[in-house]
């Protein structure tokens, strides 16, 4: 077969939405219409025309347009010569623009184009915002700006702020963006929040209360780590349901003239949104995006960890909660090549106040797995499911959580030199709590997923 077939996931996505997308096809000789034939049938089979292509020598060119996501039509020519590409390459839609720009360096490209080809998928999946933002960065969230700023520097201003305190302890805040020149009003602005503990909320709320009563254009809030979401019953009178009292804070903000959003990611309990009302709504967003890119890469052969992890084929589950709110996004990304396991907690019956972690439902034996749920804290339950996964075949047990608390730094268990250590091989979380995860170590067993990267595509 003279070219290459290199598929993309986020290209795939970005066509679900748009209905449209280009793509381009080389071959060393003419009459290739056979070839060509058969990598149609391939993107049709995906319900979405989405490839590229690409052989040794430049020869053809084609523009394929997906009206619908059940159709596939296709213009192609002869490119006169490398150095003159076809009319058509370059006038492609307006929206396209970075396609455009990608398609004359690859039509220019030397002969040899797999390398170009692969430069294309990186280059046209980037998700742009659809508008500019004012930043202001809580405490602890300076990086996540940073990374804004450097990748998006036409959409994102960032203001840095003074976060601090009187001396009889209450806050002296001054926000960024307001002196010399007031930037805010009429602005769209971006907080970056982190609510890691109660001082820094309460100090956070002021800074909130005040933009949106300084005549702002819009406010949006990322809180990746929704902290209170564990709190949101209560079985005996007096006991606060925190969960609900944030919202209520929220949702009691000044209004700015319309909703402010809130950007949470992988709340822990979903009923959480129906505390919201008033002014603020919240947007429940997915860091799990970023674990089925790694799990892709190790059934790919590929690796951004230095040594090639094992390739991944078996997902398990902690409890049923998990596997019914998490197991769609598996088994929607790799069918039946990866297996599903579900654990449970079982009481001991000579002793009822102890309980142990079970195989419900699946076999590990024999499998790579990963061990998959949204939040850690001590990680006894990841440990105990690890332990059963080696017992009953496992060749190696990897985890993955969206919100790393590791409340008084029990990741260090975890770590080389840890009572839990040797257990878990790789121990995938992400920043959504970047104060924890600033400390933890990046040459150990973690793996840090940057949640920005799927911020930007959720924004």
């Not at 980037?126 to 804004?148: C, D, H, M, R, Y």
């Amino acid at each position: 077969m003279p070219f290459k077939i290199m598929r993309s996931s986020r290209l795939l996505s970005r066509v679900a939405r748009t209905q449209q997308c280009w793509c381009r096809f080389y071959t060393g000789k003419s009459g290739s219409s056979a070839d060509w034939s058969q990598s149609q049938r391939w993107a049709a089979g995906l319900g979405a025309a989405s490839l590229v292509a690409a052989t040794t020598s430049l020869g053809y060119a084609g523009v394929a347009t997906v009206p619908d996501v059940d159709t596939l039509t296709v213009t192609a020519e002869k490119a006169p010569s490398a150095e003159a590409p076809p009319a058509s390459l370059l006038a492609l839609p307006a929206h396209l623009t970075q396609f455009s720009e990608t398609a004359r360096r690859i039509a220019l490209a030397a002969p040899s184009l797999l390398l170009a080809s692969a430069s294309l998928q990186t280059t046209a999946v980037e998700a742009q915002p659809t508008k500019s933002f004012n930043v202001i960065a809580a405490p602890g969230t300076e990086e996540f700006a940073l990374w804004l700023v450097k990748h998006f520097p036409r959409h994102f201003t960032y203001h840095p702020s003074k976060w601090d305190r009187f001396p009889d302890g209450t806050d002296n805040i001054q926000l960024g963006g307001f002196t010399p020149v007031n930037e805010m009003m009429g602005a769209d602005v971006l907080f970056l929040a982190s609510f890691h503990n109660n001082g820094t909320t309460l100090t956070q709320y002021h800074a909130l209360v005040g933009l949106c009563e300084s005549f702002i254009h819009s406010l949006t809030v990322l809180l990746p780590y929704y902290p209170t979401a564990t709190m949101e019953r209560v079985t005996n009178e007096g006991t606060i349901a925190t969960a609900n009292t944030m919202a209520k804070l929220f949702s009691h903000l000044p209004s700015t003239g319309k909703p402010t959003r809130l950007m949470v990611y992988d709340l822990h309990t979903l009923q959480n949104r129906f505390f919201f009302d008033g002014s603020t709504y919240p947007q429940l967003c997915t860091a799990f995006p970023l674990i089925l890119d790694r799990i892709s890469q190790t059934r790919e052969g590929g690796s951004r960890e230095g040594c090639a992890p094992k390739a991944i084929d078996c997902v398990v589950f902690p409890d049923d909660g998990a596997e019914k709110r998490f197991g769609y996004h598996f088994q929607r990304a790799f069918g039946d090549d990866v297996a599903l396991v579900t654990c449970s907690k079982h009481r001991d019956e000579n002793d009822p106040t102890k309980r142990s972690v079970v195989i419900s439902d699946g076999n590990p034996k024999g499998k790579h797995v990963i061990i998959i749920d949204d939040l850690v804290q001590s990680g006894g339950t990841l440990y105990e499911c690890a332990k059963v996964c080696k017992a009953n075949g496992a060749l190696s047990v990897s985890a993955f959580v969206t919100h790393a608390v590791f409340p008084g730094r029990a990741w260090r268990r975890f770590a080389k030199g840890g009572d839990r250590a040797g257990i878990i091989d790789r121990f995938y979380i992400t920043n959504s709590n970047p104060t924890i995860t600033q400390e933890i170590p990046t040459d150990d067993v973690f793996i840090v997923l940057d949640i920005m990267k799927q911020f930007i595509e959720d924004l």
